[in-house]
């Protein structure tokens, strides 16, 4: 073997390694808690959240009057593009690693191309693993620190990238 061909082995295994838990962070939780302020009264607010989070397929899970929070509950449907991107990673990757193998045991190469009948299998995992019941939380306190212009604090716990679009579309910020 020569030294080209190990360290080209080498580098294909550490990045087939890579490719693996990228596919497997794909369906990672990503549930964080943030404290929003807005300019709005409670009630207001409150209703405007619950449109907001039943336009986007979220119906009250648990309501709790003591606390002043809600619970929503909805199915997120996992990504068509990122089923289909993760399974061309996974075609590449595997290419590569068959290239490799095939210089170095020439004569296992047809063996070596049924590994990619694995591809697939990276889509289907995302497929399978990123579909399920997502929560949100949210609790509505009156903020009374400022008597001139009172505000709204919120604390919203939910998936990383609905915070983010809950923020954008009620004109959410963070608190201080």
Known sequence: MTPILSSTLLLTLLLSVGLFFFIRASTKDRTQTLHLVSAQPEASLMAQLQQYLRSRSYTVSEVDAEKNSVTFEGVIRPSLFLAVFLSILATVGILCLILVWSLL??????????????????????????????????????????????????????????LIQLQRSLNLKLAE
Do not use: C, M
């Not at 063996?111 to 997502?134: D, N």
């Not at 009156?142 to 609905?162: F, W």
């Open 105 to 162: 045991f020439p004569n296992w190469t047809a063996a070596f191309s049924l590994l990619i009948l694995l591809a697939p299998t990276a889509g289907i995992f995302y497929w399978k693993k990123a579909a399920r019941k997502e929560r949100v939380s949210l609790k509505l306190e009156a903020n009374t620190g400022d008597r001139i212009s009172p505000q709204s604090l919120l604390t919203v716990t939910a998936h990383r990238d609905e």
